[in-house]
């Protein structure tokens, strides 16, 4: 009996010991303990109440910009503080209600942000920004049919790669994939291209191309996205995604491994390791890092990481009516193709009948072609 | 010991060279409210420090601890202007006690401790004002003496209330934990179940052999609950106060198998004597288990001891009131071919595959069963 306690109590000991978070005095005054991402500039001395709303508007656009380059979720916040005064303002300038639409947007805010801008498009029907936005927003909503009309109206006012593009993506997920991206390339030939909308273009293309098995094609798109620019947050995210699912998890942690302090960049990476199979530890803290993440969203009532959520509790967590649960609250805010994908997968992995019918109907009423999707799900 | 401290905490700076930066910006305020004074700790990420204030000096994009040390009284000065705490409409004056560095999963965060009174025991109002005229999505997460109902302060929510029945009766509130968490805790009740079980009846020598009478009875489950409890207890000190550490999968795991253990034992009994050894072992696993539960309920850092006596003391009382339940049901039924049948056997293989599903589940870490 004492050998058996013994052998117990030995066997627990000889296990690793957890260090946990705990507040600590660094050794010395040298030691760092933050890096600041390099084009770090700190808030404007005076607060809104002194500002004019041009200025006002214009500050905050830039730190939309800057949200959209990484999707640092603290640039959202400055951009609304900067609006101040005008953040509930119906008489406010358009350019100051499409950036207060857009921040909405990011937040996943999807009927506030529509309101706004039905808002400017009253008055100033020939907005090309909000049409945009207005398209984008109903792209995500998976409101396809009021999306395809809205493109259209964007099509009166906006550029035309910029119309291109919009109505490329929305033909690319009802079933006009191979057009879609035929149209796309075309947009792609014009040299004069700005670099962040070549950026945007080429993304859009490279997830049709993977969605419509043209696999060469996407790694092609994917890569010269990423030469354009290789530190962009949602390309890597989605060639990432791309590497995992083709059993090059190797090459997909390469890409993400510095970026850990981004959440969408992080669960790839975690997702990566898991892939590899080789650093249980490293993957530990991956996991439970963002686990605190998600808690810490939770508990401040944020609900825009769900479909992130969802995946890192189906793999990370190995917990699928959990990742259930994620999957389907997030599909009731956003219809992306990435949400039908989560959605397929963990109702594939808990064989629950209503979000499999769910599922099975999307893809009938949109004719959206996912060849990932098409696997998991039977059509 | 101090160069272990020294290398282990050079050990944590070296690992601080990744570039954490950014999730949504959140500070959190652990207080505790008790016997007239609050204490409290307030976690501020560095990045939004520099944000507001400006603490890198040099202008070279790296925060180091010598030029928080450097703003740290102005830092002092910018959050406590904007953290209130009122009772009964007079404020209470707070002063940072500890100032200190904390790793959150997106950065490096200071860490100060807080203390502040006297408080009267009635309303507390909470006013909160940090960083909202420069990041309208900036938050503050509030616990109060560990509850589990969570505050967020927002700009449109500056003022939580917190009222006195949570603040006077903080002892009495942990009891209650340490009580539901037992009763909640399927797999410790049936660890202690199937060890009590033989000791109205058993399966000795190829015959069954009932009790004859009650005092033995009594005794032999006092000295294996008495066992049971000694060794959680010890456990779950040692592990809230971070003396010994493990990983939950492998605590829970070990749980799980114990139940299985236990409930195995009453088939083909492996143990017939010395339970009380067994119920010790393998309460030092179940003792790790309470200790995860504990911890989730915020309190690390500030004054733990008397929490988590109650804690103790409420999951013991826990238990004693499903051991003063069961000792005389099972007493009465022991003759009865039905206890042995359902009660003994029966409840034993049942228990068994449950145990063994877990155990698997734990192990390997994924879900099948809903509880």
């Given at each position: 009996m004492i050998g058996k306690r013994f052998q117990i109590l030995a066997a627990l000991s000889a296990c690793c010991c957890v260090v946990n978070a705990e507040p600590f005095v660094p050794a010395n005054d040298a030691v760092v303990l933050e890096r600041l991402p390099k084009d770090f500039v700190r808030a404007p001395k005076n607060v809104a109440a002194q500002k004019t709303v041009e200025e006002a508007t214009h500050e905050a656009e830039n730190h939309i910009r800057n949200y959209q380059a990484a999707f640092d979720p603290r640039y959202l916040g400055y951009a609304q503080a900067?609006?101040?005064?005008?953040?509930n303002d119906t008489n406010a300038p358009s350019a100051t209600i499409v950036a207060r639409a857009s921040i909405k947007q990011s937040l996943h805010h999807f009927d506030a942000a529509l309101k706004d801008l039905e808002l400017v498009l009253g008055r100033d029907p020939r907005n090309a920004q909000a049409w945009l936005l207005?398209?984008?927003?109903?792209?995500?909503?998976g409101n396809l049919n009021a999306a395809a009309q809205s493109a259209a109206r964007l099509a009166m006012v906006a550029p035309r790669p910029i119309t291109m593009t919009s109505i490329a993506?929305?033909?690319?997920?009802?079933?006009?994939?191979?057009?879609?991206?035929q149209a796309l390339q075309t947009v792609l030939l014009d040299a004069g291209l700005p670099k962040d909308q070549r950026i945007w273009t080429l993304t859009i293309a490279a997830e049709i191309a993977e969605r419509i098995d043209e696999a060469g094609a996407a790694e092609m798109l994917f890569k010269e996205a990423l030469t354009l620019d290789s530190s962009h947050t949602y390309t890597l995210a989605a060639f990432s995604d791309f590497l995992i699912a083709r059993g090059r998890a190797t090459e997909a942690f390469e890409l993400v491994q510095n970026r850990r302090e981004s959440d969408a960049l992080l669960l790839r990476r975690a997702l990566a390791l898991k892939a590899i199979g080789k650093a249980p530890r490293e993957l530990e803290l991956d996991r439970a890092d963002l686990k605190e993440r998600f808690n810490a969203a939770r508990r401040r009532g944020d609900s825009s990481h769900l479909r992130e959520e969802a995946r890192a509790v189906l793999s990370l967590e190995n917990d699928a009516p959990g990742a259930l649960r994620l999957a389907i609250q997030n599909w009731e805010i956003q219809r992306e193709p990435a949400d039908l994908r989560i959605l397929a997968e963990v109702a594939a992995a808990t064989h629950d009948e209503a979000a499999i019918e769910k599922a099975v109907a999307w893809i009938h009423e949109t004719k959206l072609e996912d060849v990932?999707?098409?696997?998991?799900?039977?059509? | 010991m101090k160069t272990a401290q020294f290398l282990f905490l050079l050990l944590l700076s070296l690992a601080s060279a990744d570039v954490y930066a950014h999730k949504a910006s959140d500070s959190f305020l652990k207080l505790q409210i008790a016997d007239g004074k609050i204490t409290g700790q307030w976690d501020i990420a560095l990045r939004d420090l520099e944000y507001a204030l400006g603490v890198d000096q040099n202008g070279d994009h790296e925060i180091t601890w010598g030029e928080v040390r450097a703003r740290e009284s102005a830092i002092r000065d910018y959050t406590l202007g904007r953290l209130s705490v009122s009772n009964q409409g007079a404020r209470i004056p707070l002063s940072v006690t500890g100032f200190?560095?904390?790793?959150?999963?997106d950065g490096a965060y200071v860490a100060m401790q807080l203390a502040g009174g006297p408080v009267d025991s009635e309303e507390i109002a909470i006013g909160y004002e940090l960083f909202f005229d420069v990041d309208a999505q900036h938050r503050g997460l509030l616990s109060v003496n560990g509850a589990n109902d969570l505050r967020v302060f927002s700009p449109e929510q500056r003022i939580h209330a917190i009222h006195s029945a949570r603040v006077s009766v903080s002892f009495a509130a942990f009891v209650k934990e340490g009580v539901w968490h037992i009763w909640k805790g399927l797999d410790h009740i049936l660890f202690l179940l199937t060890l009590l079980l033989p000791a109205v009846i058993r399966y000795e020598n190829g015959e069954w052999k009932v009790a004859t009478a009650f005092r033995p009875v009594a005794l032999e489950i006092t000295k294996v609950v008495t066992a049971f409890t000694t060794a959680h207890s010890i456990t779950l000190m040692l592990a809230t106060l971070k003396i010994v550490r493990l990983p939950s999968a492998l605590v829970e795991s070990v749980i799980a198998a114990s139940v299985v253990f236990g409930a195995l034992n009453n088939i083909y009994p492996m143990v017939r004597s010395k339970t009380w050894a067994v119920a010790f072992g393998f309460g030092l696993a179940h003792g790790f288990g309470f200790a995860n539960v504990f911890a989730d309920l915020g309190l690390a850092g500030l004054h733990i001891i008397k929490p988590l006596i109650a804690f103790n003391l409420g999951v013991e009382l826990g238990q004693l009131v499903i051991v003063t339940i069961y000792l005389p049901i099972a007493f009465l039924a022991r003759?009865?071919?039905?206890?042995?049948?359902?009660?003994?056997?029966?409840?034993?293989?049942?228990?068994?595959?449950?145990a063994a599903t877990w155990t698997f589940e734990r192990a390997l870490n994924f879900k099948i069963l809903p509880f």
């Open positions: 900067a609006l101040g005064p005008w953040w207005r398209t984008t927003l109903l792209q995500v909503q993506s929305i033909a690319g997920v009802r079933g006009r994939g191979r057009e879609a991206l990932a999707v098409e696997k998991l799900l039977p059509l | 200190g560095i904390e790793r959150h999963s003759e009865h071919k039905a206890y042995r049948i359902f009660g003994v056997q029966g409840a034993s293989i049942a228990v068994a595959l449950v």
